[in-house]
């Protein structure tokens, strides 16, 4: 079955050092999406993606945040000046226009 | 605002037993999703259902759309069973894709 791919699986950064976090969408998925968990907490949305820009956005997802589709395959969250907060798992998906999620194995950001 | 309620928060069960998970959910959301997390935090889609019944293997995912309820069941559950399962609502339209995630219900089964 194919799969969203994400890298790296574990990241540690120092707090104000900024990250990007790396996904590989399914190929012919349209839809794509950030979501994050705090550990212990319930998965949160963050962004949506189509057809080369943001389609919604949760009130997470401030001036801190960017996305971006560098190359018609890869799909970056970039968090700039990370906070001990921001501290958590960050979850791809993707899906089709039948709506089912896709979902990569997620990057678990460390921030010390 | 969409939400998402589960119950139960944790499940214990001894294999070969039925297992059912419930999900509640509000006004505006137009399809219900099953996902299974496990220990490494991977999240695997089980079901996308907007009516009706789907089944694959063991699971079974209903879905009421009149009561906005959902199950998860689970016939002669095993040990690999033991994980994290969530339902998470697709409000469609405008949000089309984007998942309001409940709480999780943490199953253990044990042998």
């Known amino acids: 079955e194919p799969e969203v791919t994400q890298t790296p699986s574990h990241q540690v950064t120092q707090m104000g050092q900024e990250v990007i976090l790396r996904c590989v969408p399914i190929s012919n998925h349209l839809y794509f999406y950030w979501y994050r968990q705090i550990l212990g907490q319930k998965v949160e949305f963050l962004v949506s993606f189509y057809n080369n820009e943001i389609s919604e956005k949760s009130e997470i997802f401030d001036d801190q945040f960017s996305v971006e589709r560098p190359d018609g395959s890869n799909f970056t969250l970039k968090i700039r000046s990370t906070k001990l907060e921001d501290s958590a798992m960050y979850f791809c998906?993707?899906?089709?226009?039948?709506?089912?999620?896709?979902f990569g194995q997620g990057t678990r950001l460390t921030v010390v | 605002k969409n939400e998402v309620e589960q119950s139960p928060q944790n499940l214990t069960a001894q294999e070969g037993e039925f297992i059912t998970i419930n999900c509640s959910y509000s006004v505006g959301i137009s399809a219900l999703h099953w996902l299974q997390q496990h220990p490494g935090g991977g999240i695997v889609s089980l079901f996308m259902l907007s009516s009706g019944k789907k089944k694959h293997g063991r699971l079974i995912a209903t879905i009421n759309i009149q009561e906005k309820h959902s199950s998860l069941h689970i016939t002669a559950s095993h040990p690999r069973d033991s994980a994290v399962y969530i339902c998470a609502g697709n409000a469609g339209g405008t949000s089309y894709g984007k998942l309001t995630f409940g709480q999780g219900t943490i199953l253990t089964v044990h042998p």
């Open positions: 998906a993707s899906s089709d226009t039948l709506g089912k999620a896709f």
